[in-house]
């Protein structure tokens, strides 16, 4: 649905050139919800304004809906930005007009008959459950609800894209993940495609299917957000499980193990201990809810080093778990899933 090739946005002022977005390349699937994760100057808010052409690459290719964006002319890439809705972080409503005044306005611009109108109106309220707040202006309702109205602004032109701008982080917890269930029930009523850009992981652990991290303008990892949680060494796998670097003894193992599904509600640590007659020492660790299912990831530690603990390492291996091990003796690769 959406591909981004090699794409290039360089800032110039003067004497002083930045590179906002440096030869970044992402793949979105048509219905998923991927997002785009990293602090603040990371380049994120402007490869997503790069998608429907709000910044104008200096290189590369957006490609939405199998067309070449920056090949189309003035009318057919306004014709093209009507599939593209946008959702901003400050909501961006025009206050004179009331809620459905606010709704209604992307289709005034585009000549949408009065009666066409009031119904679409009407259904894009129901959808986000604002419905009672009609004739309410942007100065009498919260910033959960203005989020709403903006979520219904965007979708007045039955977009098949959405863009999303840190639509969450003016938010309180509890408002957040009201808009998440709702941005994730939306893709998958109507079959939305949804690219979002945030720097919180709660946004990418409730609702992305997919997830890249940016830094300095370019993508350092990217893929299905359980592929990544189940990759030793990931950085979002870091971000989700925050622990501290590993003070590894002299003539024992320390082992990150991540596990997902029915693997955590195994007793796996007591098992190993049972089967191998060895004391296993728990370092950390947490179980997190990701989208439908649960992943976790436990630190332990084993006596002896790498070579001495094979055989207990394969058998955590072998029982679907993925192995990081840490420490000395621990050979370049281990802990990738077979």
Do not use: W
Request: glycine share 12%.
């Amino acid at each position: 649905m959406i591909q981004i090739e090699k794409l290039r946005k360089v800032y110039r002022a003067r004497h002083r050139a930045v590179t906002a977005v440096d030869g970044v390349d992402l793949a979105v699937r048509e219905g998923e919800i991927f997002g785009v994760l990293g602090r603040s100057g990371a380049g994120k808010s402007t490869l997503l304004r790069c998608v429907n052409l709000l910044e104008r690459p200096d290189s590369g290719r957006v490609v939405v809906g199998g067309r070449d964006l920056l090949a189309l002319s003035g009318a057919e890439l306004r014709a093209a930005r009507r599939g593209i809705g946008m959702i901003h972080q400050h909501f961006g409503l025009l206050s004179g007009r009331t809620v459905a005044g606010n709704v209604a306005f992307p289709l005034e611009v585009m000549r949408m008959p009065r009666a066409e109108r009031a119904a679409r109106v009407a259904e894009l309220l129901e959808l986000v459950g604002l419905t009672e707040h009609a004739g309410a202006y942007p100065a009498q309702i919260s910033g959960g609800q203005k989020q709403r109205v903006g979520i219904a602004r965007a979708l007045a032109g039955r977009p098949e894209v959405l863009l999303s701008d840190e639509a969450t982080s003016a938010l309180d917890p509890e408002t957040t993940a009201s808009i998440l269930e709702l941005l994730r029930d939306l893709s998958r009523r109507l079959g939305l495609t949804v690219l979002l850009i945030t720097h919180e992981m709660e946004v990418v652990k409730r609702i992305c299917d997919s997830a890249a991290i940016m830094r300095a303008g370019r993508v350092v990892e990217s893929g299905p957000v359980r592929d990544l949680l189940l990759r030793p060494g990931s950085e979002l796998a870091g971000g989700l499980f925050p622990l501290p670097a590993p003070d590894v003894r002299e003539g024992a193992t320390v082992v990150d193990v991540t596990f997902e599904g029915d693997s955590a509600d195994r007793p796996f640590v007591s098992a190993l201990a049972r089967t191998y007659s060895i004391d296993v020492n728990i370092l950390g660790g947490a179980v997190e809810q990701v989208g439908d299912g649960r992943i976790g990831r436990l630190r332990i530690e084993l006596p002896g080093d790498p070579e001495v603990n094979a055989a207990q390492l394969a058998h955590l291996r072998d029982s679907g778990l993925t192995v990081e091990v840490h420490g000395a003796g621990a050979r370049p690769g281990e802990g990738v899933r077979p």
